[in-house]
């Protein structure tokens, strides 16, 4: 086992670098050994997996994976972390050609120089929606994975109908994986300590139910009713489709209640009425 990074490294690796922890960049670096190898294991990470790592930061969580991936992949924005990064992994002893760094934006990386097959980040509660969609939308060879994210944000990803929680998030990530709620973490582990309370995502890749054209149009009925969650479905959706009357149409095509509220249906549901919309324009 590799000895990885403590709170006292942590700091002198900043220090050196002259690193200050912003909250622009959501930097909250994990200064807990035990957390690193807990994330690690409840992604069920395997000597085969090429792991994707989001937001690296002083490399705590990537030394944690490069004790058994066969590879690391790690996207951070910013030039002195991503450039200290194999500096870090070097002195523990680990073979830098293990080690791919992406120096970019996620929100702007649109390809990797390697497939990855498992995700497992700690990610900037600023985006951490908007990048675990990216992810699972642009690469498909990713097959599951661990986030850690502001509770807030968990429990929204992990959310069923009916709960207060629920919203698009809960219903977009449905249409690569199914997500689930994975524990707490403690503020105590991240330097320096955020004002809010983390947890852990973890989600698995299924089939998706249809192509590209039908998530677009999936995604803009999902947004369309949860903009307007209190309204009925058929009044939430009807700018989305062209009016009312098209509204209750696909609606009753999908054989959905065209008085139900969206926060009630599920991503079949609106698959269901993607597609009735499709066949109606198609007619």
Known sequence: MLNLLGAAEIREIAE?????????????????????RRIVKTADVQPTDVALEIGPGLGSLTLALLEIAQEVV??????????????????HDVPIDRLTIVNKDALEVTEL??????????????????VLLRFLELFPS??????????????????????????????????????????????SIFWPVPNVDSSLVKFVRHESPGD????????????????????????AIADAVGGSAVAIEIIEAAGIDPNCRGETLVLKDYVALANAFAKRNNA
């Not at 990064?85 to 002195?91: F, I």
Request: glycine letters at 6%; proline letters at 6%.
């Open 16 to 36: 050196r670098i002259g690193v200050n922890p912003t909250k622009k960049l959501g930097q909250n670096f994990v200064v807990d050994a035990n957390t690193c």
């Open 74 to 91: 790690a996207v951070e924005i910013d030039t002195r972390l991503a450039d200290e990064l194999p500096v870090t992994v070097a002195r």
């Open 113 to 130: 120089p390697i497939q990855p097959t498992v995700l497992v980040a700690n990610l900037p509660y600023n985006v951490s929606v908007p």
């Open 142 to 187: 990713l097959n599951s994975g661990v986030v850690m994210v502001q509770s807030e944000v968990a429990d929204r990803l992990a959310a069923t109908p009916g709960s207060k929680s629920y919203g698009s998030p809960s219903v977009k990530a449905t249409w690569w994986a199914d997500v689930t709620a994975a524990g707490n973490v403690a503020r």
């Open 212 to 235: 590209e054209a039908l998530r677009v149009m999936t995604f803009r009925l999902i947004d369309a009713a949860f903009a307007q969650r209190r309204k009925m479905l058929r009044g």
